[in-house]
């Protein structure tokens, strides 16, 4: 129930604030022209592509890189979208306000999660209604879709987590916001150094974000790959929990 | 007296920002009382306060709430506890009718309830004409009064209440004052921080004296009608004079 309350106070919150209207339409737009790009270097290709054995289709070619453009987007759009849920309310004083609530510092933390995830949900379906609105005239390869679909779903939770955990750990927006995108890139590209040395396969490897999405836009989906985004997901929001609890012994 | 109070601080410390904002606090308000507090700047009132509310920990000392620990279950403020801190924390972005549903939905009310309580309380603090508008926009006096009804929406036991009249005219402080009797009546304790000698003996039964962190004078008013024996006290307390 209190879980469910903070949801909706936070969902309410976002929808009232045009930045995250600005950011949506801004990203809804950008991803728009990308797909129409891809349609039509897709619609150039297909007499070539109708030659070959075993050609990409309209999933490979059109659908995932979209996504994948989503994800791209998210880097930037989601730790702006997250800066303020804990550092904006500390900021402005209602962090002990919500505190004296008596509501457990866990519960807060999921309820303002659950709040930017519905939020980003309607962007992965309004992404996804691009290719889907030509389904009845392409041959989607729904399997590979569905995986992809929930790599980029998967890859937005674990940001979103990211973007809370460093919304908790300030009192300053811009530096959530700064914060969530530093985490965010060192674990997008973690084992470059490892790769340049020729390593492969090793626990920077496992490490790596993109090691475990790529698996599920190939349409491949694998326990490891699910375990690492549940345990993305669940340390960030662990330390957020932990970082709330703490301030009450603190402050 | 311990068994039926509503409220049971003993031996509670606080350390803030390396000093003791808190030291060794103890006192006890029972059901319909009115407790003033009152110090200096500086003196603990505010982190009494944050404490009572369970917006803060104490680091000693123990805090029962109709004799169950506070400090070990802070949930427990939820329904029990309205707090209204001072400069009235509100979200910009919401309207007055989405704070107090908001605050009523997190307080444990279902939204048929929050409702009903939120019609309740913008129509006793007379706040029907502000109810659509942003938090945001609103004057300080207007925003005090929508953090007294944010910390009033679940009608709760225990009310503390942190510079209250901050920005209000006097009608509205006449007002506030007559609500303050009114949720005593009722059997709600009141805590009420504040700087202004005169709204403690307006309406308090009790005065607590807060000074460097200690509790330095807990006594009754109602031989006190007109304040004259509690600013002697406040005045010595303050500037060094007792040694209480």
């Known amino acids: ?251 | 007296m311990t068994a039926t109070s509503l409220l049971n601080i003993s031996g509670v410390s606080r350390q803030r920002a390396g000093r003791a904002a808190v030291s060794d606090l103890s006192l006890i308000l029972n059901r319909g009382q009115v407790l003033g507090l009152l110090g200096v700047n500086g003196a603990g009132k505010s982190t009494t306060l944050a404490m009572l509310a369970g917006a803060l920990r104490p680091d000693r000392g123990s805090i029962l709430l109709d004799g169950q620990d506070f400090v070990a279950s802070p949930e427990l403020a939820r329904q029990t506890i309205g707090w209204l801190p001072e400069a009235a924390p509100l979200w910009p972005e919401l309207s007055v009718d989405e704070h107090l549903m908001g605050f009523a939905t997190l307080r444990g009310m279902t939204r048929r309830d929050a409702r009903r309580a939120t019609d309740a309380i913008v129509e006793r603090l007379q706040l029907g004409e502000l109810r659509r508008r942003l938090a945001g926009v609103l004057s300080q006096g207007q925003r005090q009064r929508l953090g007294l009804a944010c910390a009033l929406v679940h009608d709760p036991a225990l009310l503390i209440l942190d510079e209250p009249a901050n920005a209000l005219d006097p009608v509205q402080v006449g007002e506030l004052r007559k609500l303050v009797r009114e949720r005593a009546a009722a059997g709600c304790g009141v805590i009420l921080s504040t700087h202004v000698l005169g709204e403690v003996t307006a309406v308090c039964d009790r005065v607590a004296i807060l000074h460097e962190g200690r509790l330095r004078h807990d006594a009754a008013l109602r031989d006190d009608a007109d304040g004259h024996i509690l600013e002697s006290t406040f005045f010595a307390i303050a500037t060094g004079a007792s040694a209480a």
């Open chain 1, 1 to 251: 129930m209190s879980i469910r309350a903070v949801t909706r106070l936070e969902l309410r919150r976002l929808l009232v604030r045009p930045m995250a209207w600005a950011l949506a339409a801004l990203a809804i737009a950008w991803l728009a022209w990308t797909y129409v790009l891809s349609l039509g270097n897709f619609l150039n290709v297909q007499v070539k592509l109708a030659a070959l054995a075993d050609a990409p289709g309209f999933t490979d070619l059109v659908s995932v890189p979209l996504l994948a453009e989503l994800i791209k987007l998210a880097f930037l759009v989601v730790p702006l979208l997250t800066m303020s849920l804990l550092a904006g309310e500390r900021r402005a004083g209602t962090l002990p306000l919500l505190a004296s609530t008596g509501i457990a510092p866990w519960k807060l933390i999921v309820g303002k999660y659950l709040a930017v995830l519905a939020w980003l949900a309607v962007w992965l379906i309004a992404t996804l209604a691009m290719p889907l609105v030509l389904a009845g005239s392409t041959s989607p390869d729904w399997g590979k879709l569905a995986a992809a679909t929930l790599g980029t779903a998967l890859t937005l939770a674990t940001l979103a987590a990211i973007g809370i955990a460093c919304s908790a750990a300030t009192g300053y927006p811009a530096i959530a916001a700064a914060l969530a995108l530093i985490v965010t890139l060192l674990l997008w590209t973690v084992d470059r150094g490892a790769q340049a040395a020729g390593v492969s396969g090793g626990f920077l490897e496992w490490l790596t974000m993109s090691t475990h999405l790529q698996n599920l836009l190939r349409g491949l989906v694998t326990s490891p790959d699910l375990i690492w985004f549940a345990l993305a997901i669940a340390l960030p929001l662990i330390l957020a929990a932990r970082r709330l609890s703490a301030d009450r012994e603190r402050h």
